[in-house]
């Protein structure tokens, strides 16, 4: 690489990622209906960046599922189907799962569980309310706590194809948290949700690798049913990222 190539490098990846993470955020925005062509054009203008980083943005969000190619190229908006979002929670449990299972058999020293018991112990003082300040503390929170329980695991191959199924809408720990604060038993699932928690740092800590596999696939469990009942009032459908993306049943 000469001189003047290397230099543009880290600005041309910059451009990149600043692409990847606009065109995330409109797609789970709802700024693109289902099936709709993403023209590259467009976004030059839009996003004020050249054509390669839109092309490599759009090419990783199709990795990442949110995009379909084209039969005639290019690219369009995916559309999901309820079936979609169970078997992406689905994935999600088995694989956190299993992420639970190796932290507790492959940490070596207690410290290492600080953020996991830092994380745990602050969200215990949030409650169910519609302050988005503070749900947008606890979905922080939240990541960082799912995120530790990865980082225990020591295992990169699962971080990445986890990163992938995460990448769905609905799918992530806390793509739900918001809408499901609204729901009428939103304090219950919160408590439940919160025991998970516990009983994840306490069974890593005592190095119960099946206890914790078990407890993170409950857990994943959990969402499907904030998101059923999410479902059953369309509502809250517009607070939950990617809604727009998903095909749901006629209403009779």
């Not at 993403?38 to 490599?56: C, F, H, N, Y």
């Not at 078997?87 to 207690?110: I, K, N, S």
Request: hydrophobic share 45%.
């Amino acid at each position: 690489m000469n001189p003047e190539s290397a230099a543009r490098a880290p600005e041309f990846a910059s451009q990149t990622g600043r692409a990847l993470l606009k065109l995330r955020e409109m797609l789970l925005r709802g700024d693109f209906q289902p099936g709709e062509r993403i023209s590259e054009l467009p976004l030059v203008a839009r996003l004020g960046v050249s054509r390669t980083p839109i092309r490599l943005a759009l090419d990783r969000l199709a990795h990442e599922g949110l995009l379909e190619i084209a039969p005639s190229g290019g690219f369009v908006a995916r559309e999901f189907t309820v079936s979609d979002i169970w078997d992406a929670l689905e994935m999600r449990g088995v694989l956190e799962g299993t992420a639970a299972r190796l932290a507790a058999e492959r940490f070596v020293e207690g410290r290492e569980l600080e953020t996991l018991r830092r994380c745990h112990n602050e969200m215990k003082a949030y409650t169910p309310s519609g302050n988005i300040d503070l749900f947008a503390r606890y979905m922080d929170l939240n990541d960082a706590f799912h995120a530790a329980i990865v980082d225990l695991a020591r295992s990169p191959l699962l971080r990445k194809t986890l990163d992938r199924v995460m990448a769905l809408p609905f799918a992530a720990p806390s793509a739900v948290v918001y809408a499901n604060a609204k729901i009428p038993t939103a304090a219950q699932h919160f408590a439940i949700g919160q025991e998970h928690h516990q009983v994840l740092v306490e069974s890593i800590e005592n190095r119960e690798g099946a206890r914790a596999e078990a407890t993170a696939r409950e857990h994943a469990r959990l969402s499907r049913r904030n998101l059923e009942m999410i479902l059953a009032d369309r509502s809250l459908l517009s607070q939950v990222p990617g809604a727009s993306l998903i095909r749901l049943p006629a209403v009779v």
